[in-house]
């Protein structure tokens, strides 16, 4: 079945840096969400971006979206040790009943001070 | 804090037992799905619920069973555990505008089960 695959698995770097994260996914979506887990808890929404949307921005977010190579990736600029968790791109089933978020496995980052 | 609240917060069953877990979803929400956990994985969609009516299901078999009630909360029955259902449960309630959806989910903190 369709998943968002993230790349890469896990990304460590220092307070300050950018973190871009990569996912790709294998058929037509109608949105592209991503979402933060802090270890082990519940999901967080960051940001949800439609597919006839190229690029959005929320505070030190920034998402793109290519359908035509059906990828997305979501950049952290000026990271903090905050940053530190889990984050998992979300496809939907496109123009289906029943909808759902179908997953990726998830990049794990750590940022360090 | 996304005013999803899921309890109990863990629990320990051992297999064949069956298991009851409880989502009281964000207030004026109308759909809730329920996600399944695995360690080191994401999260996996075992099935929503639109308005009180099952509206898709994800590859889990029919002893994963579900209830919405009129409040919008939800429940989620598991029937004879087994030793690879351990694993976080995830509840998350939205607003859909209609049946298709793909809007925004609201977690909450999940329910951690361990088969013994």
């Known amino acids: 079945s369709q998943q968002g695959e993230e790349d890469p698995q896990a990304l460590s770097i220092q307070e300050g840096e950018n973190a871009t994260m990569n996912c790709s996914y294998k058929?037509?979506?109608?949105?592209l969400q991503w979402y933060r887990q802090n270890s082990g808890r519940g999901l967080v929404h960051l940001i949800l971006?439609?597919?006839?949307?190229r690029e959005k921005h929320s505070g030190r977010l920034r998402v793109t979206l290519d359908t035509s190579k059906k990828s997305s990736s979501l950049l952290i600029t000026a990271s903090r040790a905050a940053d530190t968790a889990s984050y998992f791109c979300?496809?939907?089933?496109?123009?289906?009943?029943?909808?759902?978020?179908?997953f990726g496995k998830g990049t794990t980052l750590s940022v360090s001070s | 804090e996304t005013g999803v609240t899921q309890s109990p917060t863990h629990l320990i069953k051992t297999r064949g037992q069956q298991v009851t877990l409880r989502c009281s979803s964000q207030?004026?929400?109308?759909?809730v799905s329920w996600y399944q956990q695995a360690l080191g994985q994401g999260p996996q969609f075992i099935f929503q619920?639109?308005?009180?009516?099952?509206?898709g299901r994800g590859n889990f078999p029919p002893r994963f069973s579900g209830l919405q009630f009129p409040n919008y909360s939800s429940e989620l029955n598991v029937n004879a555990l087994e030793l690879d259902d351990s694993a976080l449960y995830l509840c998350?309630?939205?607003?859909?505008?209609?049946?298709?959806?793909?809007?925004?989910?609201?977690f909450g903190s999940g329910t951690q089960l361990s088969v013994l």
């Open positions: 971006i439609r597919s006839n949307e």
């Open positions: 058929t037509s979506i109608n949105n």
């Open positions: 998350a309630s939205s607003l859909a505008q209609d049946r298709v959806g793909g809007e925004k989910l609201f």
């Open positions: 619920y639109y308005r009180e009516e099952e509206n």
């Open positions: 207030s004026g929400h109308n759909t």
């Open positions: 979300a496809t939907d089933r496109f123009n289906q009943a029943g909808t759902a978020l179908i």
